[in-house]
């Protein structure tokens, strides 16, 4: 008999993702280069977990180079890696851009105060 517990998880919302201090100026260093923030972009974009093929055709830079750039965005938390076989396939990594937004809205919030 399965429980009900295990049916009802996959329609519950998922937690808020909380960024420490460490994590938020990791991507925030991730994103300081220009290809990486394009490359974040390109997979933002895509419709569907972006091949590297894809992303090496959208970006013209060396496969060492993307591979570099994949390992940074990776390292900070920005995006997921899934393998399958010798490809690997890119994904924005939920609720991790949407927490570093928060984040940066709320120093504007506390830097001019409303009158």
Do not use: N
């Not at 394009?38 to 997979?43: F, H, P, S, Y």
């Not at 060396?62 to 890696?81: N, R």
């Amino acid at each position: 008999m399965p429980s009900s517990k295990s049916a009802s998880s996959p329609a519950q919302p998922s937690k808020p993702v909380r960024l420490t201090r460490a994590q938020r100026t990791a991507i925030l260093k991730a994103l300081a280069d220009p290809k990486r923030f394009e490359l974040l972009e390109t997979i933002a974009r895509s419709q569907c977990p972006l091949g590297c093929t894809a992303a090496h055709e959208a970006l013209s830079i060396a496969p060492a180079t993307l591979s570099h750039h994949i390992k940074e965005l990776h390292t900070s938390g920005l995006i997921d890696v899934r393998r399958e076989g010798k490809f690997a396939f890119l994904s924005i990594k939920p609720g991790v851009l949407e927490a570093l937004s928060t984040y940066l809205q709320s120093l504007s919030r506390t830097a001019w105060p409303t009158r």
